[in-house]
């Protein structure tokens, strides 16, 4: 019999014998590019010892063989399919409720009430619901039911700064607190929620972290990185903890980690499923080939090699990518650009100035507006809000300021400039233009076949496999750019796909009654 005994943070193992610990150790373990190097072949400098693995089974001399808890249902799995019969003690606590708020309201769709109700009942795992399904309201009822101190965790300010704006709209001014740095830890302490990036939840006091009872982690696909893990090793007290993600796995090889933190699925829906119901619109998806010279004697480096030669600063590229938004635009289209350099955007918006009529003289700003961190976060703001709700600003175009969790409903159109191939960043990035809202029928999306090098013809085949493995993406690989056009005019007559009034119940507070 093996008997495990789990607490919030680890799990302890007695009556394994050599060859379950064996099994577990070769399962429970994960590579470092050391690890790779070495079954590449490659010789790396130094007389280390270690063959490069991250093992999640620690085996001790002095106490018995522990490993995240996390990873327990893997290790209830193998014992099974080893034939070990294995008996699980639970010393964790739950903690008891307070009463949640009676005059919060926050109206949800059928399955985010559902998805609620599993986290409640099953008090710790992850949603994983596509991108642009409401996994903040979601997160928010959770937190209105549980009436918790809560650690509310998210990869970057932009994200945590829209959280805490709704946040304040379903719960009021003072229920929650944006905490940037460690100086105002006592004033954040006596708020229910306190929301910060991952940054300034690493350097937070264990005292902060005694005074929190739940932890709700935004994104939570960047949870195998080693701030994640020091974090929770901070939170062994913390019986309730959440994920939210759109994308419940890695590209790399640590998908481990993540689940070492937490491997449970609470509730999933399907990107399908959402369409079906009318809340993303159909995404039409064209692949133009870059014809050109192919790249030789480049740097094999992708940001100072073949990604800046051949992506990032290449000409011929950057005129279609430009092409392609002025034509989507002269459809009537709002269009996103998203690029993997300051230097890219900056060539992008130079080109398509030249080519969209100017502004009004008092206009506040371009036609063509390109957001990066240079730009204060204020004016970030207003430019996207000019984007989102005027026709001053037609094309915009962002870095990676512009990825996941930010919302940008009124796009209908996609120009993916900045190559690439992370699966993760890339359907975070592509759901951008896929929320439903009044007057938007359907989406199209943009992306490039990078033929001029090797490595850039594998990125380009990596994406495109992502788009033909979404089932809400109609994918059209096209033989030339001067197809692009045609493809464009012909695609099916909009309005054939419902389209809620109300794409999201809005929301209503004793203090403010906006939508969020």
Not at 66 to 86: A, D, M, N, S
Not at 220 to 246: E, K, Q
Not at 464 to 489: A, H, I
Request: proline letters at 6%; charged letters at 20%.
């Amino acid at each position: 019999m093996i008997y495990l005994t789990v607490e919030n943070n680890r799990t302890s193992m007695v009556g394994a014998d050599s060859y379950l610990l064996n099994v577990l150790d070769l399962e429970l373990r994960y590579p470092s590019p050391i690890a790779l190097a070495n079954e590449s072949g490659v010789i790396l400098p130094g007389d280390s010892d270690w063959d490069g693995w991250i093992r999640l089974l620690r085996q001790p001399k002095t106490i018995p063989p522990w490993f995240p808890t996390g990873l327990l249902p893997h290790v209830v799995r193998y014992c099974i399919k080893h034939g070990y019969e294995h008996q699980i003690m639970d010393h964790r606590q739950r903690p008891e409720l307070d009463v949640p708020e009676a005059a919060v309201k926050i109206p949800l769709r059928d399955y985010q009430q559902e998805a609620v109700r599993l986290a409640i009942r099953d008090c710790r795992g992850v949603i994983d619901c596509p991108p642009r399904s409401g996994k903040t309201r979601m997160a928010c009822e959770i937190q209105h039911q549980l009436h918790l101190n809560t650690v509310w965790i998210a990869p970057t300010d932009r994200i945590v700064t829209q959280t805490q704006a709704v946040l304040e709209v379903f719960f009021g001014p003072n229920y929650s607190s944006h905490l940037v740095g460690t100086k105002d830890i006592d004033q954040a302490a006596r708020r229910k929620v306190v929301v910060c990036t991952a940054a300034t939840a690493s350097r937070l006091p264990a005292e902060f972290y005694r005074s929190r009872q739940c932890v709700i982690v935004d994104e939570f696909h960047h949870g195998s990185a080693p701030t994640y893990r020091n974090i929770f090793n901070l939170l062994d007290h913390v019986y309730y903890r959440y994920g939210m993600t759109g994308t419940f796995f890695r590209s790399g090889e640590d998908e481990l980690a993540m689940h070492a933190l937490l491997s449970t699925t609470i509730f999933k829906i399907t990107s399908t499923e959402l369409l079906r119901r009318g809340y993303l619109v159909p995404s039409y998806v064209a692949f133009i080939p870059v014809l050109c010279k192919k790249l030789r004697g480049v740097e094999p480096v992708f940001q100072t090699g073949h990604g800046k030669q051949g992506i990032h600063e290449h000409q011929i590229r950057q005129q279609l990518a430009a092409d392609a938004a002025f034509l989507l635009w002269q459809t009537g289209r709002k269009v996103l650009i998203l690029v993997g350099t300051k230097r890219q955007g900056h060539m992008l918006r130079k080109i398509l100035l030249d080519s969209l009529p100017p502004t009004a003289d008092r206009a506040q700003f371009e036609s063509v507006e390109f957001v990066s961190t240079d730009i204060a976060r204020k004016t970030q703001g207003e430019i996207l809000e000019s984007f989102e709700s005027s026709d001053e600003v037609k094309v915009l175009i962002g870095t990676s300021i512009l990825g996941e969790g930010v919302d940008l409903p009124a796009a209908d159109a996609l120009v993916y400039a900045r190559g690439e191939k992370a699966e993760v960043t890339l359907t975070q990035n592509v759901y951008r233009t896929c929320t439903a809202v009044p007057g938007k029928t359907d989406a199209v999306i943009v992306d490039f076949a990078d033929r001029h090098h090797r490595r850039l013809l594998e990125h380009s085949q990596e994406r495109l496999r992502v788009y033909y493995d979404e089932p809400t993406f109609s994918v059209t690989v096209l033989g030339s750019p001067q197809q692009f056009p045609g493809w464009l005019e012909h695609l099916p007559p909009g309005g054939e796909r419902r389209v809620p009034e109300e794409s999201q119940p809005q929301p209503t507070h004793a203090a403010q009654a906006s939508g969020a």
